[in-house]
């Protein structure tokens, strides 16, 4: 793939104070956009100063929401270089997205091809404190000004870039978590399995009410019975119970993440049981009642691992650990950042190198 680049005449002054980057807020340079047109497929591949964009008011996504995203990061090491971690995961996944929001894929090469060059056109943004990185959105979305419903014949694909803080500024805080028992954010044969941007809008009114009760982010129930654990909307979950690591298993409801399969597969390594199957709310409030339930935690790019120190399901509130990191997602924690920041070997073969 052929990929035009135009540098900026007018480079921004990159942040000094990285302990104050935040998430989300600021944004490099450049930016990568490739158009999709019906018969012509996928063209135009550009590297472009970052900006605005011109939208017809009648652009299907903003009416229909055929969206699709994804969200990863690159780390800088000890030596300067730069590296990410799994990232031809995202761009399959990404596929798996638009496969069920009828929008047209794009080969992971190319998408690679497209990262690895937005990237290199702005990696002295990629932050060099400890903890600090550069989150990359991928996405794409429907474009043509058209107000019947069907799949577009103008897509976008885009990579924006974000330099953003350490998560965790102060330690691994435990967070807290409620458990949604009024809505649910998506149905087995829905969307919950891909990562678009309904499913999103589907979660905020749930984390609206949380955030009035002080906490943090909202546990999910399945969507027929609500008994069932599902995930926490931008991370999986999982119990460590008894000694064994249980996650809700993937079945169509459930976003397949990166850094859950990880984390299974490290268990795995290390000869932690690990089981993915259904589990419910009942379960985990017993395990805690019979002081089994040893550890909770959520795994996601942002955070890595985050782990709970409490769980609120109704009136029940439950602490977890005496609200203090465990033992298993502090292993984890130090385990894939290591690798990230290229401190511990990459002896998974997770780590593509700049
Ligand atoms: C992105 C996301 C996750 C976490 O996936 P990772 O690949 O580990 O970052 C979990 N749940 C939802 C709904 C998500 O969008």
């Known amino acids: ?5 135009e540098k900026t005449q007018n480079p921004k002054e990159k942040p000094q104070d990285e302990s104050k980057l935040g998430f989300g807020h600021i944004f490099t340079d450049h930016m990568f956009v490739m158009e999709y047109d019906t018969g012509k497929g ?5 590297v472009v100063p970052y900006g605005n964009i011109e939208l017809s008011p009648a652009a299907m996504v903003l ?10 990061k690159a780390y800088r090491t000890a030596d300067g270089s730069i590296q990410f971690f799994r990232p031809v ?27 690895h060059t937005v990237v290199e056109v702005d990696k002295d943004w990629v932050p060099h404190t400890d ?3 550069l989150y990359i959105r991928p996405f794409i979305f429907a474009a043509d000004p058209f107000l019947g419903v069907r799949p577009g014949d103008k897509y976008y694909f885009m990579i924006i870039m974000s330099p953003s803080g350490a998560y965790y500024s102060t330690g691994l805080e435990p967070v807290s978590i409620y458990v949604e028992t009024k809505y649910v954010r998506a149905v087995r044969g829905g969307m919950g399995f891909t990562k678009t941007g309904g499913n999103y809008a589907a979660s905020l009114h749930s984390q609206d009410d949380a955030h009035k009760l002080n906490y943090s982010q909202v546990l999910w129930l399945d969507g027929i019975e609500q008994k069932y654990i599902e995930e926490v ?21 459930v976003l397949s993440g990166i850094t859950r399969k990880s984390v299974l ?9 690990a089981t993915e199957r259904r589990i419910s709310i009942q379960e985990v409030a017993d395990a805690y009642d019979a002081g089994k339930l040893d550890e909770v935690f959520g795994t996601g790019t942002a955070a890595v691992v985050s782990p709970v120190g409490h769980l609120r399901w109704g009136d029940k509130v439950m602490e ?27 002896d998974m073969g997770w780590i593509e190198k700049l």
């Open 1 to 5: 793939m052929e990929i035009r680049i």
């Open 233 to 253: 909307g931008s991370m999986n979950i999982m119990f460590v119970i008894d000694g064994e690591v249980v996650t809700p298993q993937l079945q169509g409801s």
């Open 265 to 273: 597969e490290l268990c795995k390594k290390w000869g932690i049981k």
């Open 320 to 346: 977890i650990g005496n609200n203090k990191i465990g033992q298993l997602t502090q292993r984890l924690y130090d385990t894939m950042t290591g690798m990230q920041y290229g401190k511990l070997p990459d």
């Open 89 to 115: 995961e995202n761009f399959k996944r990404m596929n798996i997205s638009a496969e069920r929001l009828v929008i047209p894929e794009i080969p992971v090469e190319d998408a690679l091809q497209a990262l």
């Open 131 to 133: 903890g600090a990185s």
């Open 63 to 72: 009416h229909y929401g055929q969206e699709i995203f994804e969200g990863l």
């Open 42 to 46: 996928w063209h135009d591949a550009r």
